[in-house]
């Protein structure tokens, strides 16, 4: 009699012996437990970090010809996702600060932003674009990118917003994009200041509100122009009037950082004194995206030529002494100041401000070794970065001594090319006009050199002023405080400094001739008697 496909599988099963059964099922369950057990480990055992392959540098690529807003919150989706991989696949390895891209360890950023957070695209000084968080419609305009020509890197803030509400932790990553769209070195900064906008920017004391007004003012031309502010003193004039030229980076018309706004200490504080002053916006913040497509910019492009367009400005402006209109370049700014005079020697003064001398590049490494040797040793990070530093100024040596194009992105050829032979202390030797030079002793940025070369070059100069202030950093501010549970620095320009410029700008110059580093201290004038005893042997 046929049987039954099932009696036939029933009577096989029953003719199979138990244990052999058992045995042979256990082994399917350890092999399939150990393929899993496999996957497991290895997902466990191999970071991240070990298998993304970054994207190979293109030289080649037209110019950052994507999106940076788009780029940038992509890599910051890509932390809040977890999907470390594709943030890792997404850095430039050479430019960053680490000889392993393991070490930088992004999964650390989970302790930041929980299991969940969002993110949003905010200004270089930390506020929150396109009206977010009940932000006025003036600041949801703020341009969110800064270009930075130095090493040729649009720069982006995005912020990692926990979603839980409980959470107090609100991370600031300040990204840095090279023209092929990679993440590069200073990619991951630091976690900025994670206490939000600061609520308030109080006037400094030596302000009297009431003795300006302030007017919006356009400088320069379509499409190209740039927003200003004129601060100007009430009453009939003519007044004096200051034009302010900006350091590095992208800064606002304020030039703020954190709790400070120094440039509008300054308007504010000279406009109390009768001095008309104009500061206006950087062009590398709101045309930052253009100009980095911009293969040629230069120096020029940067600062000089607005500040001109400012001066011209001023000129045409009712209650404004033409003939006296005065430049004030802080660090960077000071350091073009000369070029600007070069370009109009009709300008009535030069206040230089904390500003660097020699070449662009010459106090870079010492900068580097001064910051990383402040605690006595040199991690392995900090050797890392002064290599990274050191392989930069290399890279330019070779384009301007010997032609060789850089390898890499981290250099603008034009952009160093234009200052290959540019000095501004010694530019300044030429300069017919006068000049007030101003340092503190506690830059931080600069080294004592930097302010020694602007001395050594133009002790001899027929009017130029010489100031040298105690306990002051760079950009002269006497203190820096903090209050409360806000530890971002607080803080004015300081009041001395405000009254000299003043009183300079008045017309008048300090008794004491330059003789030693106490005179400097003191304020002095330079000229045939100037020598400057001690200051050569870095007393």
């Given at each position: 009699?046929?049987?039954?496909?099932?009696?036939?599988?029933?009577?096989?099963?029953?003719?199979?012996?138990?244990?052999?059964?058992?045995?042979?099922?256990?082994?399917?369950?350890?092999?399939?437990?150990?393929?899993?057990?496999?996957?497991?480990?290895?997902?466990?055992?191999?970071?991240a970090c070990e298998a993304a392959k970054p994207a190979q540098p293109d030289f080649e690529a037209v110019p950052f010809a994507f999106d940076p807003e788009v780029r940038a919150l992509a890599f910051g989706q890509a932390l809040v996702d977890q999907d470390y991989r594709r943030a890792y696949e997404m850095?430039?390895?050479?430019?960053?600060?680490?000889?392993?891209?393991?070490?930088?360890?992004?999964?650390?950023?989970?302790?930041?932003?929980?299991?969940?957070?969002?993110?949003?695209?905010?200004?270089?000084?930390?506020?929150?674009?396109?009206?977010?968080?009940?932000?006025?419609?003036?600041?949801?305009?703020?341009?969110?990118?800064?270009?930075?020509?130095?090493?040729?890197?649009?720069?982006?803030?995005?912020?990692?917003?926990?979603?839980?509400?409980?959470?107090?932790?609100?991370?600031?990553?300040?990204?840095?994009?090279?023209?092929?769209?990679?993440?590069?070195?200073?990619?991951?900064?630091?976690?900025?200041?994670?206490?939000g906008p600061v609520e308030e920017f109080p006037p400094p004391p030596y302000a009297d509100l009431e003795a300006f007004e302030e007017i919006e003012v356009v400088v320069g031309q379509a499409p190209s122009a740039l927003g200003g502010t004129l601060t100007m003193p009430r009453g009939p004039g003519p007044?004096?009037?200051?034009?302010?030229?900006?350091?590095?980076?992208?800064?606002?018309?304020?030039?703020?950082?954190?709790?400070?706004?120094?440039?509008?200490?300054?308007?504010?504080?000279?406009?109390?004194?009768?001095?008309?002053?104009?500061?206006?916006?950087?062009?590398?913040?709101?045309?930052?995206?253009?100009?980095?497509?911009?293969?040629?910019?230069?120096?020029?492009?940067?600062?000089?030529?607005?500040?001109?367009?400012?001066?011209?400005?001023?000129?045409?402006?009712?209650?404004?002494?033409?003939?006296?209109?005065?430049?004030?370049?802080?660090?960077?700014?000071?350091?073009?100041?000369?070029?600007?005079?070069?370009?109009?020697?009709?300008?009535?003064?030069?206040?230089?401000?904390?500003?660097?001398?020699?070449?662009?590049?010459?106090?870079?490494?010492?900068?580097?070794?001064?910051?990383?040797?402040?605690?006595?040793?040199?991690?392995?990070?900090?050797?890392?970065?002064?290599?990274?530093?050191?392989?930069?100024?290399?890279?330019?040596?070779?384009?301007?001594?010997?032609?060789?194009?850089?390898?890499?992105?981290?250099?603008?050829?034009?952009?160093?090319?234009?200052?290959?032979?540019?000095?501004?202390?010694?530019?300044?030797?030429?300069?017919?006009?006068?000049?007030?030079?101003?340092?503190?002793?506690?830059?931080?940025?600069?080294?004592?050199?930097?302010?020694?070369?602007?001395?050594?070059?133009?002790?001899?100069?027929?009017?130029?002023?010489?100031?040298?202030?105690?306990?002051?950093?760079?950009?002269?501010?006497?203190?820096?405080?903090?209050?409360?549970?806000?530890?971002?620095?607080?803080?004015?320009?300081?009041?001395?400094?405000?009254?000299?410029?003043?009183?300079?700008?008045?017309?008048?110059?300090?008794?004491?001739?330059?003789?030693?580093?106490?005179?400097?201290?003191?304020?002095?004038?330079?000229?045939?008697?100037?020598?400057?005893?001690?200051?050569?042997?870095?007393?």
């Amino acid at each position: 009699m046929p049987l039954r496909p099932g009696t036939w599988r029933l009577r096989v099963a029953r003719r199979t012996p138990i244990g052999l059964a058992l045995a042979v099922g256990l082994f399917s369950i350890g092999i399939a437990a150990l393929i899993a057990l496999a996957f497991a480990v290895k997902s466990i055992t191999t970071p991240a970090c070990e298998a993304a392959k970054p994207a190979q540098p293109d030289f080649e690529a037209v110019p950052f010809a994507f999106d940076p807003e788009v780029r940038a919150l992509a890599f910051g989706q890509a932390l809040v996702d977890q999907d470390y991989r594709r943030a890792y696949e997404m850095l430039a390895p050479e430019h960053l600060p680490v000889d392993s891209i393991c070490k930088l360890d992004l999964e650390s950023y989970r302790s930041l932003t929980g299991d969940s957070a969002s993110v949003v695209l905010v200004t270089p000084q930390g506020l929150p674009v396109n009206g977010q968080e009940g932000m006025s419609k003036d600041t949801a305009s703020t341009p969110a990118l800064g270009f930075a020509p130095a090493y040729d890197g649009i720069e982006v803030v995005i912020r990692l917003a926990p979603h839980q509400p409980s959470a107090k932790t609100v991370t600031y990553l300040r990204l840095t994009l090279l023209r092929d769209g990679r993440v590069s070195r200073g990619a991951l900064l630091e976690a900025l200041i994670t206490l939000g906008p600061v609520e308030e920017f109080p006037p400094p004391p030596y302000a009297d509100l009431e003795a300006f007004e302030e007017i919006e003012v356009v400088v320069g031309q379509a499409p190209s122009a740039l927003g200003g502010t004129l601060t100007m003193p009430r009453g009939p004039g003519p007044f004096p009037a200051v034009v302010l030229v900006h350091g590095s980076g992208y800064p606002d018309r304020d030039s703020t950082a954190g709790a400070l706004k120094p440039n509008r200490d300054v308007a504010w504080g000279l406009a109390s004194q009768g001095v008309a002053v104009l500061r206006h916006d950087k062009r590398t913040l709101p045309y930052a995206l253009a100009i980095a497509r911009q293969r040629d910019f230069t120096l020029n492009d940067a600062l000089v030529d607005d500040a001109l367009a400012a001066v011209a400005l001023l000129r045409q402006t009712p209650r404004i002494d033409p003939t006296r209109i005065f430049v004030l370049g802080s660090s960077l700014g000071g350091f073009a100041a000369p070029r600007i005079a070069q370009r109009d020697p009709t300008i009535a003064g030069l206040i230089i401000e904390s500003a660097p001398s020699g070449s662009f590049w010459d106090g870079l490494v010492q900068n580097a070794l001064r910051r990383s040797q402040a605690d006595g040793k040199v991690s392995e990070l900090e050797q890392r970065q002064i290599d990274i530093v050191r392989a930069y100024v290399e890279t330019i040596e070779a384009l301007i001594n010997d032609g060789i194009p850089p390898s890499d992105m981290t250099v603008r050829p034009d952009y160093f090319l234009d200052l290959a032979e540019y000095r501004p202390e010694i530019v300044a030797q030429d300069v017919p006009i006068p000049m007030l030079v101003l340092h503190g002793n506690l830059d931080g940025v600069l080294t004592q050199s930097d302010s020694a070369g602007w001395t050594q070059s133009l002790r001899r100069h027929r009017d130029v002023v010489f100031h040298l202030y105690r306990e002051h950093m760079h950009g002269l501010f006497d203190r820096r405080t903090v209050s409360g549970s806000d530890l971002r620095p607080a803080g004015h320009v300081s009041a001395q400094v405000v009254d000299d410029i003043a009183r300079w700008i008045a017309g008048e110059r300090p008794d004491q001739v330059c003789v030693d580093l106490q005179a400097w201290f003191e304020g002095c004038r330079g000229g045939p008697k100037a020598t400057f005893r001690g200051l050569d042997s870095g007393s």
